[in-house]
């Protein structure tokens, strides 16, 4: 198969590479005074760094997106399942778009900025749970994303059981933080919604065990 840049390969290297820049002129030029590292409950920073640091976290984001993106380029370059290729596509716009959202956050809380309101972090985050949830049960095996245990490995038919049951559950954490971020007490709904993704991950492995336990033509170790 022919390999050929698409849209969102081109945007991957646009935004890895701004980030990168942004990144090495941090470190190089960036504020000698303290910046912002972490923020409290109540929205104001509680811890501080340096711009060597800030460059770092910074620069870790860049080479995130850049392994990550590529990596579900690659692997849909690779597949001639059409459904695949399209979940690996939606699964590498869906970091695209989650990994360069985190780092403008980043760079301006770094820049003194306001958080955003509790209601808002928590349906953002739902968003985001909605977003991997849509894509997640139709990604095929790879190394980069999804349920990826020794079973599912040893298993095609753990993999997918395992990965849809995990969209699912992520769909419904999503939706669940979307509706339930306009009145949710807070910090507790998100630490709720937090603890979700625990037993959902949780739930998901202990799923592809029970697959490739049951499945006749699983793998052996």
Do not use: C
């Not at 590479?17 to 090495?24: D, F, Q």
């Not at 870790?60 to 695949?84: C, E, K, N, P, Q």
């Not at 690996?88 to 958080?115: I, K, N, P, R, S």
């Not at 309101?117 to 985050?125: E, F, I, K, T, V």
Request: charged residues 15%; positive net charge.
């Amino acid at each position: 198969m022919k390999a050929r840049l698409n849209l969102i390969d081109l945007a991957t290297v646009a935004a890895s590479l701004a980030i990168l820049t942004y990144a090495a002129w941090m470190l190089l030029s960036g504020p000698q005074g303290a910046i912002p590292m972490h923020y409290g409950a109540d929205g104001t920073p509680d811890r501080f760094g340096d711009r060597m640091e800030a460059g770092l976290v910074i620069g870790a984001m860049g080479l995130m997106l850049a392994a990550i993106g590529w990596g579900f380029a690659h692997y849909a370059r690779r597949t001639d399942d059409v459904s695949r290729r399209r979940g690996l596509l939606a699964g590498q716009l869906v970091t695209l778009l989650t990994v360069g959202a985190t780092t403008a956050f980043m760079v301006m809380m770094m820049a003194g900025g306001a958080l955003p309101s509790p209601a808002l972090q928590m349906g953002g985050m739902g968003l985001l749970f909605l977003a991997v949830g849509a894509f997640l049960g139709r990604v095929g095996p790879n190394v980069a994303v999804g349920v990826r245990t020794p079973w599912t490995f040893k298993s095609r038919l753990a993999w997918e059981k395992s990965n849809r049951l995990a969209g699912r559950l992520f769909s419904l954490l999503g939706l669940i933080g979307i509706v339930a971020a306009p009145f949710a007490p807070q910090p507790a709904g998100m630490m709720t919604l937090i603890g979700g993704v625990s037993v959902a991950a949780l739930w998901s492995v202990l799923e592809s065990w029970r697959v490739w336990r049951a499945d006749p033509d699983r793998q052996p170790f």
